[in-house]
Nanobody, 127 residues
Framework: QVQLVESGGGLVQPGGSLRISCVASGRTFSAYHIGWFRHAPGKEREFVSALRWSGDNTYYTNYANSVKGRFTISRDNAKNTVYLRMNSLKPDDTAVYYC?????????????????WGQGTQVTVSS
């Protein structure tokens, strides 16, 4: 069973920056894709960002309109880790952030595409 563990969340002021991480352990995937989702109280879970990996050094990224230009997704293959760098944070970014993984790909902005999920890390943006 693949395990995904998020870390790096915390309290940050509006306009600040934070980087959260997703570390995979257990089964090693020859090719995998990662998505970030977030869930705030009283709101539906929403797509944040995704990284589509071809198996070589070619990859594609996608972002929700609400975070375009502010968030950046990246990966470090040697550490089995995917990062989400969040800049210019707003109070509306406050949520529990979850990473998810799939081998098959598809529409990566949909939660249905993913097979494995982490437990989440809390990000709070407070003025």
């Amino acid at each position: 069973q693949v395990q995904l563990v998020e870390s790096g969340g915390g309290l940050v002021q509006p306009g600040g920056s934070l980087r959260i991480s997703c570390v995979a352990s257990g089964r090693t995937f020859s090719a995998y894709h990662i998505g970030w989702f977030r869930h705030a109280p009283g709101k539906e879970r929403e797509f944040v960002s995704a990284l589509r990996w071809s198996g070589d050094n070619t990859y594609y990224t996608n972002y929700a309109n609400s975070v375009k230009g502010r968030f950046t997704i990246s990966r470090d293959n040697a550490k089995n880790t995917v990062y989400l760098r969040m800049n210019s944070l707003k109070p509306d970014d406050t949520a529990v952030y979850y990473c998810a993984a799939t081998m098959s790909g598809g529409n990566l902005d949909s939660a249905a595409a993913y097979d494995y999920w982490g437990q989440g890390t809390q990000v709070t943006v407070s003025s």
